[in-house]
Nanobody, 123 residues
Framework: QVQLVESGGGLVQPGGSLRLSCAAS????????MGWYRQAPGLQRELVAD???????LYADSVKGRFTISRDNAKNTVYLQMNSLKPEDTAVYYC?????????????????WGQGTQVTVSS
């Protein structure tokens, strides 16, 4: 099992910044992909950004140029720096990790989620 613990959410005014952190522990071997999703009330959970162990990143169009995802492999931690926040960024943000184990005759993929941290952008 993999445990993901998030921190850094809160209330911020429009135009402000927040930094989210997510630390992974447990059976963390073969975790290649880590990232952040968010879910606003009444909407589906959506990808915000993710990053591979090698540093390849992917961003949702809505956050490009404002959010930056980074990863410290030594600390098994992924970060999300959020700048120029907008009210529409308000959501619960979830850390995600994908572990891929390639065996002789099959590939096993496991997805893990954090408990979520609330980000509220409001004046």
């Amino acid at each position: 099992q993999v445990q993901l613990v998030e921190s850094g959410g809160g209330l911020v005014q429009p135009g402000g910044s927040l930094r989210l952190s997510c630390a992974a522990s447990g059976s963390i071997f073969n975790i290649n992909l880590m990232g952040w999703y968010r879910q606003a009330p009444g909407l589906q959970r959506e990808l915000v950004a993710d990053i591979t162990r090698g540093g390849i990143t992917l961003y949702a169009d809505s956050v490009k140029g404002r959010f930056t995802i980074s990863r410290d492999n030594a600390k098994n931690t992924v970060y999300l720096q959020m700048n120029s926040l907008k009210p529409e960024d308000t959501a619960v943000y979830y850390c995600h990790a994908k572990r891929t184990i390639v065996e002789a005759i099959r590939t096993v993929v496991n997805d893990y989620w954090g408990q979520g941290t609330q980000v509220t952008v409001s004046s």
